[in-house]
């Protein structure tokens, strides 16, 4: 199984609603990512868990909050969102955090903050 | 800072090769890596290379100079479905930088 799976596929949601992204993967990775993709722009990184621990976080607003309850599920919790949030979520997974190792994307959840 | 460049877009026709430039100025470097993403999906892995030279995957092919920040992916016998972005990406200090990717577009 080399799949990384997301859900939903779509959220549509307003600014002041609370809601979350998963991801899951069940490939033994240890190293699980979030990034946030705009319109025709490379994947921008957002979060690094190795070994359920958050190793990285690129300055990410606080209205994104990470979680990792365990080494295969990785969420992503939203509140208080901007219209300029809207845009594609990818999470990705790799063995570990280390040199050579590619990082397997799941399909992404498109959100839209109205 | 990071800078990883790449062509805007290319155009290539079925059947011919073509070559997609990455140039790389980064603070560390740890491998690069090549995935297509194809609009509206997820980047899908396509090859990796840490060491200077080349390394072949059946019609693609990606080259490294590590002296000069360079590489290249080379896709031959273009098929149609080829027709996609193609994002070069290093990865630094266990933090993958993407390019902004080369969107090609495979006529008939």
């Known amino acids: 199984d080399t799949e990384v799976t997301q859900t939903p596929k779509h959220l549509v949601m307003g600014m002041t609603n609370k809601k979350s992204l998963k991801c899951e993967q069940h490939?033994?990775?240890?190293?699980m990512y979030w990034y946030k993709q705009k319109a025709k722009k490379p994947p921008e990184l957002m979060f690094v868990?190795?070994?359920?621990?958050?190793?990285i976080n690129e300055s990410v607003p606080s209205r994104f909050s990470p979680e990792c309850p365990n080494s295969s599920l990785l969420n992503l919790h939203l509140h208080a969102l901007q219209p300029e949030d809207s845009a594609l979520y990818l999470c990705?997974?790799?063995?570990?955090?280390?040199?050579?190792?590619?990082?397997?994307f799941g399909p992404g959840t498109r959100l839209t903050v109205t | 800072g990071q800078n990883i460049d790449q062509p805007t877009e290319m155009t290539a026709t079925e059947g011919a090769i073509v070559q997609i430039n990455c140039t790389y100025q980064?603070?560390?470097?740890?491998?690069l890596f090549w995935y297509q993403q194809h609009a509206g999906e997820a980047p899908t892995f396509l090859s990796y290379?840490?060491?200077?030279g080349l390394e072949e995957k059946g019609r693609f092919s990606s080259f490294l100079s590590r002296s000069k920040g360079y590489s290249y992916l080379l896709l031959k016998e273009l098929q149609m479905k080829d027709s996609a972005s193609y994002l070069c990406?290093?990865?630094?200090?266990?933090?993958?930088?993407f390019g902004a990717g080369t969107r090609l577009t495979v006529k008939p």
């Open positions: 990406a290093v990865n630094v200090d266990n933090d993958m930088r």
């Open positions: 868990y190795s070994y359920e621990k958050l190793s």
């Open positions: 990705a997974s790799s063995q570990t955090t280390g040199q050579g190792y590619e990082q397997y």
């Open positions: 490939m033994g990775h240890r190293a």
């Open positions: 980064t603070s560390g470097f740890n491998g």
């Open positions: 290379n840490v060491l200077d």
